[in-house]
C-alpha cells in the first residue's frame, strides 16, 4: 500500500487526523517511509533532513535551534517510550515553557501503561495550554491514541 493510501485511509477513520499541520504530515509521511523501509525496527533517527528546522522542534535531533510553537517527538520500535515521552514533556514544560504549544509524540509503538505512568505530568502540562496529541504509526495507518 502507498504511503498516500495509508494517509487516506487514516483520514477516513479519524477526522482529527486531517487537521494537521504540515509540517507534522512531513514527518508523519518520513515516519510512515521509514516503516516501508524497516528503519523502525531501530531507534528513531537524529538526522532527519528537513527544512522545517526553523518551524519546528524535534527530538531526538542533532540541531538546536530556537524554541518554536510546535514540538514533534519521534519514538521508533528500539527506542524507550516513556523516557522518549518524558523528554518531550520536559521540553514543552522546562526548556520551551510558554512557547511549546502544540505537542505530537509520533511512536510506532504504544504501551498505555507507559502513558498512564506520565498521566499526571501530562495533564500538568495541558494545564499550561499545551495541545499534546499521541499518533501511534503502523503498517495499517496512524490512530489518534488516548491520554
Known amino acids: 500500500m502507498e504511503i498516500s ?3 487516506k485511509e487514516s483520514y477516513r477513520n479519524q477526522s482529527r487526523l ?4 504540515p509540517e507534522v504530515e512531513e514527518i508523519l509521511s518520513r515516519v510512515l517511509n521509514d516503516l516501508e523501509n ?3 525496527n531501530e531507534k528513531a533517527p537524529h538526522n532527519i533532513e528537513s527544512n522545517l528546522y526553523s518551524n519546528i522542534n524535534l527530538i531526538p535531533s ?3 535551534g530556537q524554541c ?7 519514538c521508533y520500535d528500539k527506542d524507550d517510550i516513556y523516557y522518549r515521552f518524558k523528554e518531550g514533556l520536559d521540553n514543552a514544560i522546562e526548556k520551551c515553557y510558554g512557547i511549546n504549544k502544540d505537542v505530537y509524540f509520533i511512536s510506532t509503538q504504544w504501551h498505555s ?5 506520565l ?3 501530562i495533564k500538568s502540562v495541558r494545564q499550561n495550554d ?11 495507518g496512524c490512530v489518534i491514541m488516548p491520554s
Open 5 to 7: 493510501d495509508i494517509f
Open 18 to 21: 486531517q487537521d494537521l499541520r
Open 38 to 40: 524497516g528503519k523502525t
Open 62 to 64: 542533532d540541531f538546536y
Open 68 to 74: 518554536t510553537d510546535l514540538l514533534i517527538v519521534l
Open 113 to 117: 501503561n507507559k502513558v498512564k505512568e
Open 119 to 121: 498521566s499526571g505530568y
Open 130 to 140: 499545551v495541545r499534546i496529541t499521541f499518533i501511534h504509526v503502523t503498517a495499517n
